[in-house]
């Protein structure tokens, strides 16, 4: 995870980015290529990035929050990627 607001805005871009564009892709991939121009394309792109970065940076503190309090021994790092699906059940 990002440790600084830098990082996090750099990270949240990034990320946006990436889920932009593979359902950007999906969805034209769904509607078919026949109604398909590239300005429309760029246009919908920039629009649903900027939606999607403003709606990260509001869940992006509360899923950092619940994120850091699941409980896990923090001087056991190893056995977290194998405990971690199991602490629901618990």
Do not use: D
């Not at 300005?39 to 994120?67: H, N, Y």
């Not at 850091?68 to 405990?83: A, D, V």
């Amino acid at each position: 995870m990002p440790c600084n607001k830098e990082e996090s805005i750099i990270f949240g871009v990034f990320m946006c980015i990436g889920m932009v564009t593979v359902v950007s892709f999906y969805n034209l991939v769904l509607q078919g290529f026949s109604t398909f121009t590239v300005v429309s394309a760029i246009l919908q792109f920039v629009v649903t990035l900027f939606i999607a970065f403003i709606a990260e940076s509001f869940v992006e503190p509360a899923a950092r929050k619940l994120a850091l309090s699941l409980p896990y021994h923090k001087t056991k790092e190893r056995t977290l990627l194998l405990r971690l699906p199991f602490v629901w059940f618990q």
